[in-house]
């Protein structure tokens, strides 16, 4: 009946309503189309028009009736259409991004924090220019949701693309470019060890209950203002990076940059403008020079350069917000300078480094071969967080474009500089009335080497905030491809937060599949692997706990061998055999295991508890059995299990590590009858997933 309980939510967020749309949205027909630049790069999205001034007038009501003394859960609430169908219902409060005379001055422009009310969202952002509606979604399931006008015309005529970032990953494709960041000459430093950084547990404990504001001047190219058509156009195209990058640095730095330039800095002129934009060294002193002439050097705190080239452009120094002469120097710039791989891969990683964090990668080929941080390369191949890599190290690209979320190391270096260095020294602090959530990683295992396992967390919040979750490797050991285990180095990737504490890794998707995607890979040597569970509020407030695996290398992967076939007879014995691979000796100490199969509805039904590890069993088998049966074997009172007709990805054991595991045949193929790959329907996974949650629920 639990299993049954934890499964039913999923057919739920799973299904698409039948209702009408709401009359702000409607669905535009194949035929009535536009295929533009936007559009072209995607491959999945779903396409609307948008009733833009019934929208706004319907936000402005909503917020007149609802001040924002009353309850978050008071708050306006709209919906926002998602690309396979339905709509998601949010709340949305205003946010003041514009300093008060550039709000004054742009009456036009408007800005919000978005919350998820019925599960689908988690938070997210939004913002109203001359451009239109744009709206950055982190969802509940660890995807990223965006919505954009597909093109700049009028708001009569503008059409709306829905779509998910894990859809289309071609079109966050950032191409090629190199980051650079540098210490100020005669200023000592920053990179810290994520070790060296425990006192930045204490400056996390602040974070999240106080809110640093920054002045943020961004200043834009003539290639920039050319590339958008208009300075009107490029500013807003300012204010919707400056609004999603906020998103990020108040989510989990508990930051927010407040732009106090205008279009006075939105040079509109490539030949007259005061940048040479074929140098980023040159840029970064020309916007000093420029931002204190016409800004002046009081008021602002950080100061950006965005622009246009033929190829991409990243250069910042590293931990200079709030130094008068160096906290101008940080550029960004692509051919295409739009979209998320702009903001997101460029603008948030650079400015990043202008806060004080790092290069958190630890690939080996491609620009990864000259960047590294060795002190913070805690994530593998070109990592996936903002101060990686993604889609810049050739074949040790772990994906091609970066995730929206900060690794942990990064937002503890961030909140040490902005808490306890120089960064606290020109912060305007609010005081909040959030409070921090904690985290609990539960406690340390060993497990053997080649053997599929879960993470498994919890987190709690006094305000009862909704939570989000990410495990996350802290291991800055030897540089490595990716994919390798050296037994000291980054192994597993980090991945986006989501509403689920626990973590399978591999992924059940790649289980099922049968296919090794980069950095969910399993460790095969002796060594430890050290994850963080990081826990966010979405309003700031970042909690994390620590736990640690020990990997042993048994010489074989804790496997079931039989049944030789995925055709199994319902209500029926069976022996289920498995490969216990030493598992019942010390350290690891498994005396006893669960065993459990999957019926026609998904669920995983245990069929025996806390039986001995002594690698077989007879079993009897539910009568509902589906096609396709799997038998499910794992420790009682650890965190390993196998799977029947599985082969999980295993790392490759590096040179130096005469290291070697074997898995025994546990034929995935169709021999016996029947057989073939594991079915890979969302209600087969969840299946497993619910069962392997209870299993670590109890424990």
Known sequence: MKILWM?????????????????????????????????????????????????????????????????????????????????????????????????????????????????????????????????????????????EPQTDTSATTRQYLSFRKSANAEAFRSGKWSCTSQDPVNKPSFANTLAANRSASTAAARAGETLHTYRLAVAATGEYTTYYGSQSAAFSAIVTAVNRINQIYERDLSTRLTLVSDTNVVFTNANTD???????????????????????????????????????????????????????????????????????????????????????????????????????????????????????????????????????????????????????????????TNRNPSANAGADYTIPAATPFILSGSGSDPDGDTLSYSWEQSDAGTASNVNVDTGDNALIRTRLPSDSPQRIIPTLSDLANQVQTAGEVLPVTNRELNFLLQVRDGRGGTAYDEMQINVRNTGQAFAVTSPRTTSLLGGSQQTVNWNIANTHLPPINCATVDIAANNTTGSFITLISNTPNDGTEVVTLPSNLGSRTHILVECHNNIFFALSATNPAKASASSDSNTSVTTPDSDTGSSGGGGGSIPTSWLWLAGLYALLRLRKGEK
């Open 7 to 147: 499964l039913a939510p999923l057919y739920f967020a799973n299904s698409v309503s039948a209702n009408t749309l709401p009359a702000l949205w409607q669905d535009i027909s194949a035929r009535n189309t536009r295929v533009t630049a936007t559009s072209a790069h995607l491959q999945d999205y779903r396409l609307l028009h948008l009733d833009e001034a019934q929208w706004l007038a319907q936000a402005d009501t909503l917020l007149t009736t609802n001040t924002l003394e009353k309850a978050r859960t008071n708050l306006p609430r709209l919906d926002l259409p998602l690309p396979d169908g339905g709509f998601a219902t949010v709340s949305i409060e205003p946010t003041d991004i514009l300093a008060p005379d550039i709000a004054t001055a742009h009456p036009e422009i408007k800005t919000w924090k978005v919350f998820g009310t019925d599960g689908k969202v988690i938070s997210g952002v939004a913002d109203f220019t001359s451009r239109g509606l744009h709206a950055m979604l982190d969802m509940a399931n660890g995807d990223t949701l965006f919505i």
């Open 274 to 432: 005061p940048y040479t934009n074929s140098s980023a060294p040159q840029i970064l002193k020309q916007n000093t020079s420029t931002l204190d002439s016409i800004l002046g050097n009081n008021n602002y705190d950080i100061g950006h350069v965005f622009t246009m080239v033929n190829s991409g452009m990243g250069l910042a120094l590293l931990g200079v917000v709030c130094d008068t002469q160096f906290k101008a120097q940080g550029v960004s710039g692509l051919p295409e300078p739009k979209g998320d791989a702009f903001i997101i891969d460029f603008v948030a990683h650079e400015i990043g480094h202008q806060l004080g964090a790092s290069h958190t990668f630890n690939g080996l080929l491609g620009t990864c071969s000259n960047n590294r941080e060795p002190r913070t390369a805690f994530e593998p191949g070109s990592g996936t967080s903002i101060m990686a890599y993604a889609g810049l190290c050739s074949q040790d690209n772990t994906q091609t474009f970066s995730d929206s979320a900060m690794h942990a190391a990064s937002i503890l270096q961030i909140q040490q500089y902005l808490h306890e260095g120089n960064g606290a020294s020109c912060a305007n602090k609010t005081s909040l």
